[in-house]
């Protein structure tokens, strides 16, 4: 979707690159206890969302995916490109969405 390819997406999410964003990510949680960062590269934000976020997000995503296809790619709605759980031996598992950074497109 958009020209990206995966390649591109890994490139733009590299740990190495974005390590310094990653950790200052936690320094602006809001309410929601979110928390969020862009890429080094300002491409996509990265933010972590509840459980019942991503079931609702994964419940619409078809819907989604028909508007997308319908308006020809010229809807105003923000790309989502990615729902993901990550889940590890130590830490609970944490839910987050890939996105498009919007306010690079203006």
Request: hydrophobic share 40%.
């Amino acid at each position: 979707m958009d020209g990206i390819s995966p390649e591109s997406l890994l490139q733009s999410l590299n740990v190495d690159s974005n390590r310094d964003a990653i950790f200052k990510s936690g320094e602006g949680a809001g309410q929601s206890g979110s928390f969020f960062f862009f890429s080094y590269d300002k491409k996509f934000l990265v933010k972590t969302v509840h459980h019942s976020e991503m079931l609702m997000m994964l419940k619409m995503s078809k819907s989604y995916l028909d508007h997308l296809k319908e308006t020809k790619g010229r809807s105003l709605l923000g790309r989502i490109y990615g729902l993901f759980t990550l889940r590890t031996k130590n830490f609970v598992p944490v839910d987050f969405v890939i996105m498009q950074n919007t306010s690079m497109l203006y």
